[in-house]
């Protein structure tokens, strides 16, 4: 099974054998350098060796261990964030590119499933969104109104697929679905064989500008846990969220999804299916190995804000058995997305760096087809300079954050001298009245300290200041984790870091034995 970010595994890590890739690590040089293995890397990585630069990914973890192997894929000309508010922010001209670049983005997963023979159950569907209410009903016809006006094709229907009440719907053609990992794992496959090279369990630690007396143009080495270092003329972070402190970390917000797959007693819908409350429930069905799974999901939230995350599965499951025949659940899990400020990603030059350096960030819900968008765009701005969604997607389309530096507040690290030596384990423990397998953030003599005890009894106890920006990071019971609220930095029970921003650990707190 691969390894993802969360300890509930996705129908997608037990449905694909881990790629057995060569992660030897000399150092070298490159004409580009990704950081993060998912789907935007790889496909990006692809592109680009096709186009005949010599690529090298670098991950912290495992490919697809992050949002890539979490999401439900839903691919769609239809966002998340509707046409009517895309229209507000960039106009009709600017909503209709961002309508034709998703299209474009479609058309180039069809097209590498194609060329690369990735087997990844890609199939062309309709989509329907129905409105439960005339609150609902009147949001329904200004996103057809928009839609129009952004020649995206949509109808009403009278008919929706899934046995679930509604008073209006609209049907929205060609849109699609297939196994997110299945596909990032065809393209891998592909770029290695195009001369690429992929090395895992490496993380980059920093990066610096420095002119190459020989060529005198400036490159950039890139430094990794590892110890190697590797030298590239272009870097590009396709890590979900860029590392260290940037201004887009303020213009993104983390949020979490839950998810499920299902065996149904009877038919399986094949389109693609979502409601219209906030947070929405979505639904679809993928066919993996022959077997059909209806994927349900829904319940969002704030990253960190959620004290009962376990709660949200439940929601999801009454919701579930409300509407279907559900014979069997046979994976429940969630994933991370970054919402952006204007509802529109971040792809292009990283803000505040010097040139050369790239990032793609701010997906919202619509990661998979968003990916692609950076893959295309990310490809024609390092090839040629230019994009036609260059402008649109601009990460520095916003404006420099005054006084930014003050949002690194100083946080004397203060808790481990003053807990450790103090207070013996089992005082600690009986202090904070946990659970097994329960995780809390508890005050200690006016100090907080992360807490959990795992099933054998054993507590694993952390500072809980995320080594970000100095938030404090919150239980997640249902991936047993430690979220920070603030810009999505995630962390295991033993505070080593699952996603960005962060790039260090949780402090440990070293308790006295008895
Ligand atoms: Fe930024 Fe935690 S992720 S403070």
């Known amino acids: 099974m691969i390894k993802r970010d969360g300890a509930m595994p996705s129908l997608w890590q037990q449905t694909v054998e881990p790629l057995p890739f060569n992660n030897e690590a000399p150092a070298g040089n490159y004409d580009v350098v990704i950081v ?142 297939f196994s997110p990992v299945q596909y990032v794992y065809g393209l891998a496959k592909a770029f290695i064989a195009a001369g690429g090279r992929i090395i895992e369990q490496t993380a980059v630690t920093g990066y610096t500008h420095r002119t190459d007396e020989v060529v005198q143009q400036e490159i950039i080495e890139v430094q990794t846990d590892a110890g190697y270092s590797y030298v590239t003329n272009k870097l590009v972070f396709a890590t979900h969220i860029p590392p260290g402190v940037n201004v887009l970390h303020m213009r993104c917000a983390p949020y979490r999804s839950y998810a499920m797959a299902v065996k149904l007693n009877g038919p399986y819908p094949d389109e693609l299916c979502y409601d219209m409350y906030d947070p929405y429930h979505y639904y679809r069905t993928q066919l993996i190995d022959g077997e059909p799974y209806f994927i349900i999901g829904g319940e969002d939230h704030k990253t960190g804000h959620e004290d009962n995350t376990a709660a949200c599965f439940n929601k999801l499951e009454a919701h579930a058995k409300k509407y279907f025949n559900v014979e069997s659940i046979t994976h429940k899990w969630s994933s991370q997305y970054y919402e952006p400020a204007d509802g529109l990603p971040y792809i292009g030059e990283l803000p505040g760096a010097r040139p050369n350096v790239y990032v793609a960030t701010g997906y919202g819900g619509n990661g998979m087809v968003y990916s692609q968008v950076a893959t295309i765009l990310l490809t024609d701005l390092i090839t040629t300079g230019a994009s036609a969604y260059a402008s649109l997607y601009n990460p520095n389309r916003i404006a420099p954050v005054a006084g930014f530096a003050n949002f690194i507040k100083e946080n004397a690290d203060v808790i481990k001298n003053l807990v450790s030596g103090l207070v013996t384990r089992t005082q600690l423990e009986s202090l904070s009245g946990l659970a097994h397998n329960e995780g809390r953030v508890v005050v200690f003599e006016g100090h907080k300290i992360a807490m959990y005890k795992d099933g054998n009894g054993n507590l694993h106890v952390l500072n809980p200041t995320c080594t970000h920006l100095k938030c404090s990071v919150s239980w997640n019971a249902a991936e047993l984790s430690w979220d920070c609220p603030c810009h999505g930095a995630r962390y295991s029970i033993d505070g080593v870091v699952l996603n960005g921003p962060a790039n260090m650990d949780l402090k440990k707190i070293e308790l006295k034995n008895d």
């Open 36 to 177: 993060g293995a998912g789907i935007t890397g790889i496909s990006l990585a692809l592109r680009l060796q096709t186009a005949g630069l010599q690529c090298l990914v670098l991950e912290a973890h495992n490919c697809c261990f992050g949002t890539t192997g979490g999401t439900t894929a839903h691919l769609n000309t239809m966002l998340d964030t509707p046409y009517t508010t895309i229209i507000k922010h960039v106009g009709e001209d600017g909503a209709k590119l961002v309508a034709q670049s998703v299209k474009e983005a479609i058309h180039h997963i069809e097209k590498n499933i194609e060329t690369y023979q990735a087997d990844c159950g890609f199939e062309r569907t309709a989509a329907y969104l129905f409105a439960q209410n005339v609150q609902q009903e009147k949001e329904l016809q200004d996103i057809v109104t928009a839609c129009e006006k952004v020649s995206v094709p949509v109808h009403y229907s009278n008919n929706i697929p899934l046995n679930i009440p509604f008073t209006k719907a609209i049907e929205i053609p060609a849109q699609a679905k």
